[in-house]
């Protein structure tokens, strides 16, 4: 986290008023203390950073997944209680399939409010329906991050049609992951296809801070968690921490962890982006 410290002082002189006003927002929610100048560190060499290749062949097993049907969810599946709380790693509930949306009614309306309503209270830009323990795909966004003052977005059934062959690194947090911050390296822009609260569909192109936040939602949605993204060096720094949530997790349930850090295979070079 001293690296994470230092670059987040840096970032005091160095970024535009609005990208500022972004890492403070991201603090409990989405934190993105690494400046678009720290972009050079994703020249360095590193065997386990996948590949511009590899990205590319997951938007081509995306692009190709379109044609598969998933499966619809019903109204059981978008049946909530508020106030919605946050699911925490390891809970299974992060890893379960997240079904499609077909019905855009005043339930959903409700959902994607009280969505709004947390990821307000948290201090994000964006949150993902399995965080808050329901198992669709859906996610909430607002690149500005207050009530009232930018956009806020819906994207039902997101499906990412392009990404930039550039990638970055960003020190992410995740309220899923309390006090957890690590590198992740991803593409600096997506396109991506989606629906919106009533059901019309529409394509966006996002990139930098907003194309990172989406990233990171649209991986919850198909159940992976940001330390799949990790470079084994930079999750060497977080198992600890990885492991200490699976232990609160054993103790607040009296079962064993659905997953354990110390089990995840090493990454082979060059492969990785992928969910494998
Ligand atoms: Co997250």
Redesign the pocket.
Known sequence: MAGATMLHSSSQSLLPSLARRYSLLFDS??HFRRLMSTGRLFHSINPNKPSPLAVRAQARRSLSSNKVKDELASPADLCFEGPLKIIVYPDPILRAKNKRIGTFDDNLKKLVDEMFDVMYRTDGIGL?AP?VGINVQLMVFNPVGERGEGEEIVLVNPRVTRYSRKMLPYNEG????PGIYADVERPDSVKVDAQDINGARFTVGLTRLPARVFQ??Y??LQGI??FDRMSDEVLDTVREDLEALEKKYEDSTGLPSPERINTRKRRQAGAGFGKS
């Open positions: 929610c989405f993902s965080q995740c309220l899923s992951f990171h939602e991986d919850h968690l940001f």
